[in-house]
């Protein structure tokens, strides 16, 4: 099953809650539009970047993404550094295109 931006919450019924929920996580919880193609999502931690730092994993110059804050548990850490490693449990608030964001969380 590939998941389609057509299917609406409407379509529950229809598709049975185990496709629509595999569905839904796999669209980043979108926070903000900034333009047509770029906005501020927030999204959780990629499988494998737990333990490694915002310089190791490249995000910007390999995913072409930012982090804006960081978000654990109910701290927010509002524009980390570099220096930062990651930690399970850990979302992201990051800004970049949809299509780098889905590429990122697949």
């Not at 996580?25 to 737990?50: C, D, V």
Request: proline share 7%; with cysteine; hydrophobic share 35%.
């Amino acid at each position: 099953f590939k998941c389609n931006a057509a299917i609406h919450i409407d379509s529950f019924h229809d598709y049975g809650p185990c496709i629509l929920a595999k569905c839904l996580s796999e669209i980043p919880n979108f926070r903000e539009e900034l333009t047509p193609e770029y906005g501020i999502y927030e999204i959780e931690l990629p499988h494998g970047w737990a333990g490694h730092s915002i310089l190791e994993r490249q995000v910007r110059t390999r995913h072409n993404i930012n982090i804006l804050a960081i978000r654990h548990g109910r701290n927010l850490f509002p524009m980390p550094g570099p220096e930062h490693v990651f930690t399970e449990g850990e979302t992201l608030m990051v800004m970049g295109s949809e299509r780098d964001i889905k590429a990122l969380m697949r």
